[in-house]
Nanobody, 119 residues
């Protein structure tokens, strides 16, 4: 059974930092592309950052220079370090895993963790 479990969300003030974690099980983590998405109220879910199995990263323009995605294959975990948080970063953040095994693609989502940035 595949599980992606996010943690680390919370209520913070503008300018603060948070580190989100996603613990994965039931997948071959080392070959999976991992990503963080977010969904704000009334908006579509959007990609925040992604990291390939080889460690290549990509970021949405609004978070470039503030957020850093990383992974630890030994711990089957992916992280999102969020610095200089802004009210517009408020959203539910979701962990995503996707890849291809034996010709079949897969994609899995976590349950989400709330991040609220407010003074």
């Amino acid at each position: 059974q595949v599980q992606l479990v996010e943690s680390g969300g919370g209520l913070v003030q503008p300018g603060d930092s948070l580190r989100l974690s996603c613990a994965a099980s039931g997948i071959i983590f080392s070959i999976s592309t991992m990503g963080w998405y977010r969904q704000a109220p009334g908006k579509q879910r959007e990609l925040v950052a992604g990291i390939t199995s080889g460690g290549s990263t990509n970021y949405a323009d609004p978070v470039k220079g503030r957020f850093t995605i990383s992974r630890d294959n030994a711990k089957n975990a992916v992280y999102l370090q969020m610095n200089i948080l802004k009210p517009e970063d408020t959203a539910v953040y979701y962990c995503n895993a996707n890849g291809r095994v034996g010709g079949a693609t897969y994609e899995h989502w976590g349950q989400g963790t709330q991040v609220t940035v407010s003074s």
